[in-house]
């Protein structure tokens, strides 16, 4: 399989129906693929969420430990993000360490949490300078159509506004397996990441895997609930003008007030 030629062929048709105003998924330019968020999906995490975008499909996990907070930041808590590709996602993946890809899908999740402040981690720290809770932030993708970054970060803060803090033996210093968990993960911002490709002059929101394969420039950005930009994030071989990420900026505000609308 001539997968070259495939690439070609497809940046071709992807290009003729933008000059027609139009997508490979009959979608405007600025329009999202139907989106479906299922929460607590599995008993083994203190959050859980299944989230498709389109045919994207990705499962988020948050797990939450004890840990020792860092000499910097002696009064807060950790979050890690970690990001997977499991081989049901494409045939043409394997199994095994993470792909540098991988990492800055993790990476620019975790961007957009922190400089939201979407988590006050603060409160989670228990003894300033030596227990802290740690949480973890684990996305998996099922299947790739396209926007994994878009379908992993809902994902994220689907998880981790249903998530709940272990309970927590003070006296012995570790996690009470058979205590209740009652109190909330405190979540302070709800960033929602939204991705555009741009192939030839035409940008598309929430792209595709066509469209993310044939793009010469990719950008991400992420808006909390008070429209504001917190993270952005550029990659690809081609710049963006400055009207062109205006209108970004502005797609991503609107479009992010309809995701948060069906936030839990």
Not at 12 to 25: G, M, P, T
Not at 215 to 227: F, N, P
Request: hydrophobic share 35%.
């Amino acid at each position: 399989m001539n997968m070259t030629r495939i690439t070609k062929g497809a940046k071709q048709l992807i290009s003729h129906l933008a000059e027609e105003k139009k997508r490979i998924d009959n979608r405007g330019f600025d329009d999202m693929r139907k989106l479906e968020i299922e929460y607590d999906i599995s008993d083994q995490a203190e959050g859980s969420a299944r989230v498709k975008l389109g045919e994207t499909e990705v499962y988020v996990g948050v797990k939450v430990g004890l840990g020792t907070p860092y000499p910097d930041t002696p009064n807060k808590g950790n979050l890690i993000v970690n990001a997977e590709v499991t081989p049901l996602a494409d045939e043409e993946y394997e199994p095994g360490p993470p792909r540098d890809w991988e990492v800055a899908i993790a990476r620019v999740i975790d961007r957009g949490i922190r400089e939201s402040g979407s988590i006050d981690v603060k409160k989670l720290c228990i003894k300033e300078g030596e227990r802290t809770w740690e949480v973890f932030v684990d996305v998996y993708v099922i299947n790739d159509d396209g926007n994994l970054v878009g379908a992993g970060g809902i994902g994220a803060l689907a998880a981790l506004k249903h998530a709940k803090l272990p309970a927590y033996n003070k006296k012995e210093d570790k996690i009470d397996k058979e205590g209740k968990r009652t109190k909330a993960i405190p979540i302070t911002a709800e960033p929602i990441p939204i991705s555009f490709a741009k192939v030839g002059s035409h940008l598309f929101v929430d792209p595709k895997k066509e469209e993310v394969q044939n793009a010469t420039a990719h950008l991400v950005v992420t808006v909390d609930e008070k429209d504001r930009i917190v993270s952005l994030q550029r990659q690809g071989s081609e710049g963006l003008t400055f009207e062109e990420i205006e209108k970004c900026l502005k797609t991503a505000i609107k479009q992010s007030k309809i995701i948060r609308k069906q936030l839990a």
